[in-house]
Structures are given as structure tokens and as C-alpha cells.
């Protein structure tokens, strides 16, 4: 599935997540046993298509869309999703639009869809269950009691990623710290954040089509990734050539065998060419995040006046007044930071991720 049709289709479970009276509708119509097929939204292309039926205009409301359900024919809803504009509707889609769908109603929506540009929901009274038809795309809604469960598993899979991304942090930093980081050091962390940010991506993906029911999930998962990106975009500037940053976000195209390559992770990020075992100077922007209270912009002064983590803490108190912005009570900050972050990265020798 191509970018752009995932995110129409994101947009769409949304509008039929649990907590609209869209979805309390279909849910009615599931409960009471019977089919429907309804049209989610209305244009040249769809009107072309109607035939019979009545036209009415009246508010979206669940009881109304379920009584309207119990009689032959399409519902047709307006581009806002708000009113219900046609009932008993028969809809005469091109029979030339290949589908592989079974059942009058499937391929009649599976045709509207593709022919009109427009979704399609269908309910099917045998098996109980609600199908989103979207350009080529037929996606089955999952009830709540089965999202809930999948986003249970990921929140449990991602915390483990978590502890795992932390641990690899907290190496990288004492490496760091005794100028001992290598090219695999880096992939390794760059892995972590990736792994941590595509089952997030996920697990929200369930939060959208769990929509009210999901306000517990969504607690946990924002606990679980805060912080990350505060991780990723020191680092991305630590090890970045010149000017330029590391491309973290380019390993999202690699599948779970290929970030397992090191190698492959070092040149898609375009860390600096070499073998893993190389060693690499870091710039000390991560180690000024951790510091923190810092006055905005110190930071990046500190690092272009010494250029590296080794030179900062081999700096004395005359080397770091001479940078713009460095006071006495800065000074103090700096000093009492960067000793817990050398005290800490000789406690935290940390294993090999």
C-alpha cells in the first residue's frame, strides 16, 4: 500500500472509530443482523451511479441509519459525514471493473469505490462484520475487544524496545565519555530509535481505529516515547559529516532483517564511511541535552568554540568563560554535569546490544 492511500485510509478509520455515531450506527446494524452498504460521501461520479430509491436529508444519527438499513438498497451519506442524503438507493457500477469480491453487496461496493473515488462501507449480515472499501484497498474493521488486545501486545513489545533503546544510550554515552565510540556503536543506537519508532507508529495506528476506546492506550504510549526524539536529534547532530545531519529517518524503508546489518545501517544513515570498528569523535551535543537548564543556544556555542565532547571536558574554568554567554554560575552547571555524566559512564559499562 502506497503512502498516500495508507494515509486516506488512516483518515477514514478515524471517521469510523468507536465514539462517532457513524460507527455506533454499524454497530447497531451488526447487532440487529442485517446488511448494509453505505456511501461515504457524494459527487458527480456517485450521483452518475444512483438509481431508485429516495433522496432525503436528514442529520447522521445511529437509530436513523440503522432503520434505514433494514430496507433494500445503498445509503448515500454527504462529503462531511453528517447528513443522510439518499436511501434505497441501487447503485449500477461499471460490471467491466474487475473485482475479486464475492456476494452482490461486496462487488457492488468494491466497484462504486474504485469507479466513483469514494469509500464504501459494507456490513455483511452472515458474518457479522463491517469492510472499509477504499480505491483498491478492502480492509476489515476489527472490534474493539481484538484492538485492544493487538495494542496491549505492542505497548508490551515496545517497552521491552524502550529498556533496550535506554540501555544502548546510556553505552554509547560512557563510550563517549572515554572517546572509545566506533561506527557500530552508533548503528546500534540508530537501530534502537528506529525499532522504537515504527512499533509506535503502530500502536498508533490501532489508537485511530479504536478512537475513544483507545484513550488508556494512548496514556501508556506517550509515556513509553517520551523522551526518544530527545535522543535521536542530538545524536543525529553528533555524528552528522559538516553541516549535515544523520538520516535516521531513511532507515524506516529497511525491513527488521536488513536493520539487523549494521553495515547496511552505517551507510543508509550516512554515517562516516568506514568499518564498523572504526572509531568516531562526537561533537557532545547529547551530553549538553542531559545536562540540561542550560541558557537557549549555549549549547551549540559550546560546541562550535570546542568542536568535541574530549575538548569540553578537558576544558578548564578560564576555557569555558571565554565562550559567549558563560558565567560563573555556568560554569558551576557545567562542571557539576559533566562530572555526573564521567562518574556515570564508568559505573554504566554496559553490554553489547
Known amino acids: 500500500m502506497d503512502r498516500p492511500t495508507r494515509q486516506r485510509l488512516l483518515t477514514q478509520l478515524a471517521l469510523l472509530s468507536p465514539g462517532t455515531a457513524l460507527r455506533d450506527g454499524l454497530d447497531r446494524i451488526v447487532h ?16 452518475a451511479l444512483v438509481t431508485g430509491g429516495f433522496a432525503i436529508d436528514e442529520p447522521l444519527t445511529a437509530p436513523g441509519l440503522r432503520e434505514l438499513a433494514k430496507m433494500d438498497g445503498a445509503i448515500l451519506l454527504d462529503t462531511g459525514l453528517e447528513r443522510i442524503v439518499h436511501a434505497g438507493a441501487h447503485l449500477m457500477p461499471d460490471a467491466g471493473i474487475p473485482t475479486t469480491e464475492h456476494g452482490t453487496r461486496h ?17 455483511s449480515a452472515s458474518m457479522s462484520s463491517i469492510s472499509l472499501f477504499l480505491d483498491t484497498v478492502n480492509y476489515s474493521l476489527q472490534r474493539p475487544e481484538q484492538l485492544l488486545s493487538e495494542a496491549n501486545q505492542a505497548l508490551a513489545t515496545l517497552a521491552r524496545y524502550r ?13 563517549e565519555v572515554q572517546d572509545a565510540v566506533t561506527v557500530e556503536d552508533v548503528a546500534i543506537l540508530a ?16 489508537l485511530i481505529e479504536l478512537g475513544t476506546d483507545g484513550r488508556l492506550v494512548a496514556l501508556q504510549l506517550h509515556e513509553l516515547t517520551a523522551g526518544v526524539e530527545e535522543i535521536a536529534a542530538p545524536l543525529s547532530r553528533d555524528y552528522g559529516t559538516g553541516e549535515s545531519r544523520l538520516r535516521l529517518e531513511e532507515l524506516c524503508d529497511l525491513t ?19 568499518t564498523l570498528d572504526a572509531r568516531l ?9 542531559q545536562i540540561g537548564r542550560l541558557p537557549s543556544g549555549l549549547a551549540e556555542r559550546l560546541v562550535e568554540h570546542f568542536g568535541s565532547l574530549q575538548s569540553l571536558l578537558g576544558a578548564s574554568s578560564a576555557d569555558l568563560m571565554n565562550v559567549d554567554g558563560v558565567d560563573y554560575p ?24
Open 281 to 289: 569523535p562526537t561533537r557532545g551535543y547529547r551530553q549538553l541535552a
Open 330 to 353: 555556568v560554569v558551576r552547571l557545567l562542571r557539576d554535569g559533566l562530572t555526573r555524566l564521567t562518574e556515570s559512564s564508568y559505573a554504566d559499562r554496559l553490554p553489547s546490544s
Open 107 to 123: 462487488r457492488t461496493a468494491d466497484r462504486v469505490a474504485r469507479q466513483a473515488g469514494v469509500p464504501v462501507v459494507t456490513v
Open 191 to 206: 537501530r534502537r530509535i528506529e525499532l522504537v519508532r515504527r512499533l509506535a507508529t503502530e500502536t498508533d495506528d490501532i
Open 256 to 274: 527488521a532483517d536488513e536493520l539487523l546489518d549494521a553495515a547496511l545501517v552505517a551507510r543508509r544513515i550516512h554515517l562516516v564511511p568506514g
Open 163 to 175: 529498556d533496550r533503546l535506554t540501555e544502548a544510550a546510556r553505552r554509547l554515552t560512557a563510550l
Open 32 to 47: 440487529g443482523g442485517t446488511g448494509a452498504l453505505i456511501v461515504l460521501g457524494r459527487n458527480a461520479a456517485v450521483d
